[in-house]
């Protein structure tokens, strides 16, 4: 627990030299993508941080001065399994980002898919000692919250206090310099794989850059695509990704929940790729150029060349129906989205207030998806859009840049997590643990 602690400190403060030097990469680990944007901070105020608990991000005084994304390679399920591909893929969005942005940039923030995120609920407690709340008692109420055993090789990826309450008063953001005399926290908890940060921190330091910052991509995503009274009033975020889904779900402005789904677009293409018998470049173009999931008696009509270069003219000018496609492509989709529900239904969604969901990420683009996601998921399905940033250049503002964006945003202005603040040395007594979104509806 400790070195991964220590670890999350030492990159904080690393953000907070970055950021008073003005520059800063973003860094999108995808499977199918990697993007890097340059952030330059503006202004003598550059390291305004309110003052308390901060919400979340909201428009930051940045700008992004360079942009640049390449294949991805080396990387499945949103994992590195080839360290050098990856190595080398990460070098060459880096570089050329740096290119545009002329400008040397040594610290990044990366966020990532998969790694298999399990999301915990705590809750601690404790009376003042004196009866205005210091930063102290919120560091003591935080080491009071009991972290339950994450199991063999998890480390804590973000563990953020989510609601106080003060005496009766629950729904706090921020209680310090609040009069009371007991002290309660929420606090929710992600935990990730080891070994796949691991291997993530140890390929960027390859690149010869100096982390500052990790977070899961289903989280960022959600900061960026869903609007404020969705992340107020409940909300949850689907990243349709390459080689994975992430799935976050938002409440009064904080995330309560995270997960993903090993499946993505790639999937689909995988799918296309063996239906037709064509290489994945080929059925990549096809799917992102006639791909569809619903079929009207015109898609019989309109015919798609496959075209190849086998040398056999025969099987190089093959045509299959629209039909066909939309065939092989739905019923992979469909899996996709009924694991999406079987997440959402296990994390207690269907009991929270408002059950806006939203899609965003390169897989969301497929024609039709938002009609086959309210069927599958329930009636309030759009399509999102990451916020805009300033500077973006227009190839990088659509959904597929959903993470990149809510990264930027967690950039400038991060939630606070428990490695904020100072926690004492003594360890509380273990408390019972319950579930993050069930606790919210008790709570909430």
Request: one cysteine or more.
């Amino acid at each position: 627990m400790t070195d991964l602690y220590t670890s999350q400190r030492a990159m904080r403060n690393m953000r907070k030299a970055a950021m008073q030097r003005g520059v800063i990469a973003i860094l999108d680990v995808g499977t199918s993508k990697i993007a890097c944007l340059i952030l330059r901070f503006d202004g003598p105020d550059r390291l305004r941080e309110q003052d308390g608990v901060r919400p979340m991000a909201g428009q930051s005084q940045f700008r992004v001065i360079g942009a640049a994304t390449t294949r991805s390679r080396g990387v499945r399920f949103g994992e590195i399994a080839v360290m050098n591909e990856t190595e080398r893929a990460i070098r060459t969005a880096v570089q050329a980002a740096q290119k545009m942005a002329n400008v040397r940039v040594d610290h990044v923030i990366a966020c990532f898919s998969g790694a298999e995120p399990r999301s915990y609920g705590l809750a601690g407690d404790l009376d003042l000692q004196d009866s205005v709340v210091t930063e102290q008692d919120v560091s003591r109420v935080l080491a009071a919250c009991d972290v339950p055993d994450l199991g063999q090789g998890r480390e804590v990826l973000h563990a953020q206090p989510v609601n106080f309450a003060l005496d009766h008063r629950s729904g706090l953001g921020d209680p310090r310099g609040q009069i009371g005399h007991r002290l309660a926290c929420d606090m929710h908890l992600l935990s990730v794989d080891g070994d796949v940060v691991q291997n993530l921190l140890y390929c960027i330091k390859r690149c010869d850059l100096e982390l500052a910052g990790l977070a899961s991509s289903a989280y960022v995503s959600g900061i960026s695509s869903l609007v404020e009274d969705e992340q107020e009033l409940g909300a949850a975020c689907i990243d349709m990704g390459g080689g994975a889904t992430g799935l976050s779900i938002f409440m009064k402005k904080h995330m309560i929940y995270a997960d993903s789904v090993r499946m993505g677009g790639d999937h689909v293409t995988s799918d296309i790729s063996k239906g037709l018998q064509v290489p994945m470049a080929v059925a990549e173009r096809i799917k992102t150029r006639h791909g569809g999931l619903y079929a009207t008696g015109m898609d019989d009509r309109e015919m798609i060349d496959i075209g190849g270069d086998s040398g056999d003219w025969e099987k190089d000018r093959r045509q299959i129906s629209r039909t066909e496609l939309i065939g092989i492509m739905r019923p992979r989709v469909e899996e996709i989205l009924e694991e999406v529900r079987g997440t959402l239904d296990a994390a207690g969604f269907d009991s929270l207030p408002s059950q806006q969901i939203v899609l965003t990420g390169g897989g969301s683009q497929i024609p039709g998806l938002d009609g086959l996601a309210t069927r599958i998921l329930g009636q309030r399905v759009r399509l999102g859009r990451p916020l805009r940033v300033q500077g973006l250049p227009q190839a990088a503002t659509g959904a597929p840049f959903a993470s990149a964006v809510g990264l930027c945003l967690f950039a400038a202005h991060p939630q606070d997590e428990w490695w904020d603040f100072e926690i004492p040395a003594e360890r509380y007594p273990a408390r019972s643990l319950r579930r993050a979104v069930k606790w919210f509806k008790d709570n909430w």
